[in-house]
């Protein structure tokens, strides 16, 4: 059985040690190394991340024991989630990175030369209403993925310009009514490139493309001999001027590419890989743990590919987890003559053949299917709703010709936990009195999200969080956004 898990890493409490992971980037490796905080002026002792700052704490500094055993062909980088004034780096004693923003992720490349057990120091100056440290890691990437700032020739007077290109999407309702988004890269030579992008209201499509030049002002940069590392920082202020957490409201940038721009006396490029803004995956690739397990280690989801083990998604379910599915569906709906409604119903014999229109999906948007768990609230009907999502178009149906658009709302009506989890393993569904037999077959590349949630709105806007705080599956939730806010009335 060929069987791929990925965890996407949520906020909660799970760094402990852990042996090295392969993470869910598909077309390289990623390694990544978690280490606990395991001392610090402020006698923080082994206590587990996040946590917050606080305000009357000037300075707050803490040292993080990792061993880096640094593989051959990949660079190594430090990631830093903190809503600090003030944050500085060093290994093995060497200051290596500081930065001051209120935003949260740094992320910046270390070199721990060939020792095997580094000594990782950080030093936060809380903000004025305190501040926030949220997650620690190492990670390791290929360097064919790792494009690092090189100049042709040594600059030296004049201005060296690139362009960002950032396609971006909403995360909440506030955000989609427009604000700012605030890029700032930090070079490790001490320069600066700051640029505001004006982001407009979201309309029709719940995401927009930036372009704009950023200027970086230095009258020396750098030779081609000593190339330059980064850290880039986002921030995105709303219409309102808060700030969005970009965690727990997920702003997704979903491609960030800095390309060439010609500057005096020398060119540079400057790639930003847009894998590094969802980092936080581990991969297992032979074994799938248990719910438990999963839980355990504070993931929030799970995306599986492959087939499910009997009850693992079940069991994910009522631990709370989000799951992220990958089946074909290919569906035969026949009622018995006990189960008909009526002559005219056209799901009476109806033959959906939902596994010969994926090809209808355009680029990558992830199919959802939401289940509220709600017993004929939608009626008989629903079971063919999951054709809107995927087809987009026009469902088979032996009476009537009905045409469903990408974005409907719908759900399984009379579908239980069990009867996903046989539909999911690609197994049928018992059959009886007002029950439907299906079965699934195949397997298709796009994602599909199980996610239950119930109708009440308390309960609605618990589950929607976790869902925000999942950087990968953000654009999918952003999609359909609009149109669930304004049937729960937000």
């Given at each position: ?9 949520g ?19 990623l390694?990544?190394e ?34 880096i ?22 290994i093995n004693g ?13 992320d ?15 030093l ?17 990437l ?18 060296a ?10 995360g909440d ?10 890029v ?8 600066i490139?700051?640029?505001t ?12 493309r ?11 940069l750098w030779?081609?001999k ?13 219409s ?8 727990k ?11 060439e ?27 799938i ?12 989801s ?39 409604r ?8 109806a033959?959906l053949?939902?596994?010969e ?15 509220l768990?709600i ?17 987009g ?8 010709d ?33 029950k ?10 796009m994602?599909l ?22 950087p990968?599956?953000?654009?999918a ?14």
């Amino acid at each position: 059985m060929d069987c791929s898990v990925f965890f996407d890493r949520g906020i909660g409490p799970h760094y402990k040690s852990a042996d090295d992971a392969l993470a869910g980037n598909p077309k390289d490796i990623l390694r990544i190394e978690e280490f606990d905080v395991v001392s610090g002026k402020d006698d923080l002792g082994n206590r587990k991340l996040p946590f917050s700052l606080d305000q009357n704490n000037e300075k707050v500094s803490f040292s993080c024991n990792v061993k880096i055993g640094k593989p051959e062909g990949f660079e190594t980088f430090l990631f830093v989630d903190a809503e600090v004034k003030h944050l500085s780096c060093s290994i093995n004693g060497e200051t290596i990175f500081e930065a001051e923003s209120s935003v949260i992720a740094y992320d910046f490349k270390i070199d721990c030369g060939d020792e095997t057990n580094s000594e990782i120091c950080l030093l936060l100056t809380p903000k004025e209403d305190g501040g926030c440290l949220r997650e620690v890691y190492v990670y390791h990437l290929p360097k064919s993925s790792v494009t690092s700032l090189k100049m042709d020739s040594l600059v030296k007077e004049g201005d060296a310009g690139v362009i960002l290109d950032i396609t971006v999407a909403s995360g909440d309702v506030a955000m989609s009514l427009g604000g700012a988004l605030r890029v700032t890269i930090y070079f490790e030579d001490g320069n600066i490139a700051e640029k505001t992008l004006e982001v407009k209201p979201f309309k029709k499509q719940p995401w927009q493309r930036l372009r704009a030049k950023l200027i970086i002002e230095s009258s020396e940069l750098w030779s081609p001999k000593s190339p330059k590392y980064y850290c880039a920082v986002f921030e995105y202020i709303r219409s309102d001027g808060s700030v969005a957490d970009v965690r727990k409201k997920y702003f997704g940038i979903r491609d960030l590419n800095i390309s060439e721009d010609s500057v005096k006396d020398g060119a540079m490029t400057l790639r930003i890989n847009s894998q590094r803004l969802k980092l936080r995956a581990a991969h297992f690739s032979q074994t799938i743990p248990t719910a438990d397990e999963i839980f355990s280690k504070g993931f929030n989801s799970v995306y599986i590919e492959g087939e499910i083990p009997p009850g693992f998604l079940a069991d994910c379910w009522k631990k709370g987890l989000m799951i992220i599915y990958a089946p074909k569906f290919s569906i035969e709906l026949k009622r018995k003559w006990w189960q008909k409604r009526s002559d005219d119903d056209p799901l009476d014999n109806a033959v959906l053949s939902v596994g010969e229109s994926v090809d209808i999906l355009k680029s990558q948007t992830p199919v959802i299917i939401w289940s509220l768990g709600i017993k004929g609230a939608f009626g008989y009907e629903s079971l063919a709703n999951l054709v809107r999502i995927i087809d987009g178009t026009r469902p088979l149906c032996c009476e009537g010709d009905t045409r469903f658009t990408v974005g409907d709302f719908f759900a399984f009506a009379d579908c239980g936990l069990s009867e996903l989890s046989d539909i999911a393993s690609g197994n049928s569904v018992p059959g009886g009195r007002r029950k439907r037999r299906i079965k699934a077959k195949d397997y298709m590349k796009m994602p599909l999200l199980l996610c239950a949630v119930s109708p009440d709105r308390k309960s609605f806007e618990e589950k929607f969080e976790i869902i925000e705080r999942t950087p990968h599956m953000a654009g999918a939730v952003v999609n359909f956004t609009e149109r669930l806010s304004s049937f729960y009335d937000f």
